[in-house]
Antibody, heavy 120, light 107 residues
Framework: EVQLVESGGGVVRPGGSLRLSCAAS????????MSWVRQVPGKGLEWVSG????????TYADSVKGRFTVSRDNAKNSLSLQMDSLRAEDTALYHC?????????????WGRGTLVTVSS | SYVLTQIPSVSVVPGQTARITCGGN??????VHWYQQKPGQAPVLVVY???GRPSGIPERFSGSNSGNTATLTISRVEAGDEADYCC??????????FGTGTKVTVL
């Protein structure tokens, strides 16, 4: 089955760190760029970070630049997001998403997400 | 930054047509993509590049884009179409912008 499954969410204190993972299956993982997109409960989607097919090119939203690091392991069909210096406003459901075309102009496969709560 | 504005909610009777708009400055010059999201489920791409329809998406879903407004049209609405719908555009800087979302309620 073609799917993306996120894990690693939880509750963390402000200033803390968390590492999210996304397991891909059912398709050739290294044919695609991947992204993380988050959603504050009851609100809209916000793109967080993207990575190209082999990890050479990474991009970040201004809101997370310098604090989050995206990476991938094509041998393990896995995408990761290292989140440091977390803030209350980072609280959200984090989805991984498969991008179409080299520059990931849109996303044709999403996971259900993993919830990150930043609270003291 | 690029702001995409959507009406918060739309109500429609089964069998009728729902039109969900996405407003943005000169959005007609960009490609617009639409996602459907049901509670507790992953978002699903329903229209790409203004009017493309992914495999498995019913022909009842269609899109258009001109001027300052892009529109997702759902014809012959069914109970299963009840969901949140969100538009998205990509910027050549690598950023992605999402609309505020529209909740479609099937009466």
């Amino acid at each position: 089955e073609v799917q993306l499954v996120e894990s690693g969410g939880g509750v963390v204190r402000p200033g803390g760190s968390l590492r999210l993972s996304c397991a891909a299956s059912g398709f050739t993982f290294d044919d695609y760029g991947m992204s993380w997109v988050r959603q504050v409960p009851g609100k809209g989607l916000e793109w967080v970070s993207g990575i190209d097919w082999n990890g050479d090119i990474t991009t970040y939203a201004d809101s997370v630049k310098g604090r989050f690091t995206v990476s991938r392991d094509n041998a393990k069909n896995s995408l990761s997001l290292q989140m440091d210096s977390l803030r209350a406003e980072d609280t959200a459901l984090y989805h991984c998403a498969r991008g179409r075309y080299g520059d990931q102009r849109f996303f044709d496969l999403w996971g259900r997400g993993t919830l990150v709560t930043v609270s003291s | 930054s690029y702001v995409l504005t959507q009406i918060p909610s739309v109500s429609v009777v089964p069998g009728q047509t729902a039109r969900i708009t996405c407003g943005g400055n000169n959005i007609g010059s960009r490609s617009v993509h639409w996602y459907q999201q049901k509670p507790g489920q992953a978002p699903v791409l329903v229209v790409y590049e203004d009017k493309g329809r992914p495999s498995g998406i019913p022909e009842r879903f269609s899109g258009s884009n001109s001027g300052n407004t892009a529109t997702l049209t759902i014809s012959r609405v069914e109970a299963g179409d009840e969901a949140d719908y969100c538009c998205q555009v990509w910027d050549s800087s690598g950023d992605h912008f999402f609309g505020t979302g529209t909740k479609v309620t099937v009466l």
